[in-house]
């Protein structure tokens, strides 16, 4: 399947991608690292020496990369070096949205980018509700997203004692998994967490399913994964709002403090790479089926039906 990017493709990508970081003195180091780990290990170009190569221009981005679907790819993989680059920069937006204008691409991550360096963390985090919410964004639990699609006044003791249920299902089935994940994070079930139950199932099931853990580094590796997997405005939104907590420090809710730079971290960048490489590989959708009926489904065998490759750690 595609790597994100078509094969041939690739170089003109990676010198627009040079471009677009081309600012204040020059791409940071974390940039520079994001994009490294694209080319070696999602691309396999190691014939490609990023300190050598000719930056394209808006213009020249724009003759070279016309097809509709890698415009859009190399949309989101602007916002994503756009977001690796701390602290925000002005003359970063202003780089980006001048690559995306000339590209004829528009979208919700380049929005938000801009807005957390002119108007701050809460407006941006307000923008970025607003893009979940819009028709295509859902990554609700289909059985659930009717009565539990938002946040609850009071926890709901039904919807916790049938997520709890799941922990006497035969060991290693994915209800099973699923609450052990919980157990082992010291986390609340949905339903006792009043905290949009719909949304957290959905997105906790994913984590079992796939295999990352909730760390930072794990959290993009998820999104990173579902995005490579489908290319929706759901799958967008949901690697936008892992960037959005773990690198941008945009999103702060619930007493949780966004993080920075995340994808700095030794191994970070190889890893997000990897989980895009696992996405491509798979065979189907695993984010958008009716998990709860899957439950009693060994998780083993799940992954199988989804084609998804193990996880390297």
Same mark, same amino acid.
């Given at each position: 399947?595609?790597?994100?990017?078509?094969?041939?493709?690739?170089?003109?990508?990676?010198?627009?991608?040079?471009? &677009?970081?081309?600012?204040?003195?020059?791409?940071?180091?974390?940039?520079?690292?994001?994009?490294?780990?694209?080319?070696?290990?999602?691309?396999?170009?190691?014939?490609?020496?990023?300190?050598?190569?000719?930056?394209?221009?808006? $213009?020249?981005? #724009?003759?070279?990369?016309?097809?509709?679907?890698?415009?859009?790819?190399?949309?989101?993989?602007?916002?994503?070096?756009?977001?690796?680059?701390?602290?925000?920069?002005?003359?970063?937006? %202003?780089?980006?949205?001048?690559?995306?204008?000339?590209?004829?691409?528009?979208?919700?991550?380049?929005?938000?980018?801009?807005?957390? &360096?002119?108007?701050?963390?809460?407006?941006?985090?307000?923008?970025?509700?607003?893009?979940?919410?819009?028709?295509?964004?859902?990554?609700?639990?289909?059985?659930?997203?009717?009565?539990?699609?938002?946040?609850?006044? #009071?926890?709901?003791?039904?919807? !916790?004692?049938?997520?709890?249920?799941?922990?006497?299902?035969?060991?290693?089935?994915?209800?099973?998994?699923?609450?052990?994940?919980?157990?082992?994070?010291?986390?609340?079930?949905? !339903? $006792?967490?009043?905290? %949009?139950?719909?949304?957290? &199932?959905?997105?906790?099931?994913?984590?079992?399913?796939?295999?990352?853990?909730?760390?930072?580094?794990?959290?993009?590796?998820?999104?990173?994964?579902?995005?490579?997997?489908?290319?929706?405005?759901?799958?967008? &939104?949901?690697?936008?709002?892992?960037?959005?907590?773990?690198?941008?420090?945009?999103?702060?809710?619930? !007493?949780?403090?966004? %993080?920075?730079?995340?994808?700095?971290?030794?191994?970070?960048?190889?890893?997000?790479?990897?989980?895009?490489?696992?996405?491509?590989?798979?065979?189907?959708?695993?984010?958008?089926?009716?998990?709860?009926?899957?439950?009693?489904?060994?998780?083993?065998?799940?992954?199988?039906?989804?084609?998804?490759?193990?996880?390297?750690?």
């Amino acid at each position: 399947m595609s790597r994100i990017i078509d094969d041939e493709l690739v170089e003109p990508v990676v010198q627009t991608l040079l471009g &677009v970081i081309d600012v204040e003195g020059g791409p940071t180091s974390e940039q520079l690292a994001v994009l490294r780990a694209l080319v070696h290990g999602l691309w396999e170009r190691p014939d490609l020496d990023l300190d050598s190569m000719t930056p394209f221009a808006a $213009d020249q981005a #724009a003759y070279a990369v016309q097809p509709e679907d890698q415009r859009n790819r190399l949309r989101e993989l602007i916002v994503l070096l756009e977001l690796c680059r701390h602290p925000a920069s002005d003359e970063q937006v %202003k780089r980006a949205d001048e690559y995306a204008a000339a590209l004829h691409e528009h979208g919700p991550g380049l929005h938000i980018a801009r807005t957390l &360096v002119r108007q701050g963390a809460d407006a941006a985090m307000a923008d970025y509700m607003r893009f979940l919410e819009e028709p295509g964004g859902s990554i609700l639990e289909p059985t659930l997203e009717d009565d539990y699609n938002k946040a609850l006044d #009071a926890p709901d003791q039904e919807l !916790g004692n049938r997520l709890r249920a799941m922990q006497d299902l035969p060991e290693g089935t994915l209800g099973w998994s699923y609450v052990d994940f919980y157990r082992r994070h010291g986390f609340t079930l949905p !339903g $006792d967490d009043p905290f %949009k139950p719909a949304v957290m &199932v959905a997105h906790d099931m994913c984590h079992v399913i796939a295999g990352y853990e909730p760390t930072g580094e794990g959290e993009i590796a998820l999104g990173a994964m579902q995005l490579a997997l489908a290319d929706t405005h759901a799958h967008w &939104v949901g690697f936008l709002g892992n960037l959005a907590v773990h690198e941008a420090a945009i999103i702060n809710m619930e !007493g949780f403090v966004g %993080k920075t730079a995340t994808l700095e971290r030794p191994g970070a960048a190889d890893y997000m790479v990897q989980a895009m490489l696992r996405g491509t590989q798979c065979t189907g959708d695993f984010t958008t089926v009716d998990h709860l009926a899957l439950a009693d489904v060994q998780l083993e065998d799940v992954r199988a039906h989804f084609g998804i490759p193990a996880l390297d750690n």
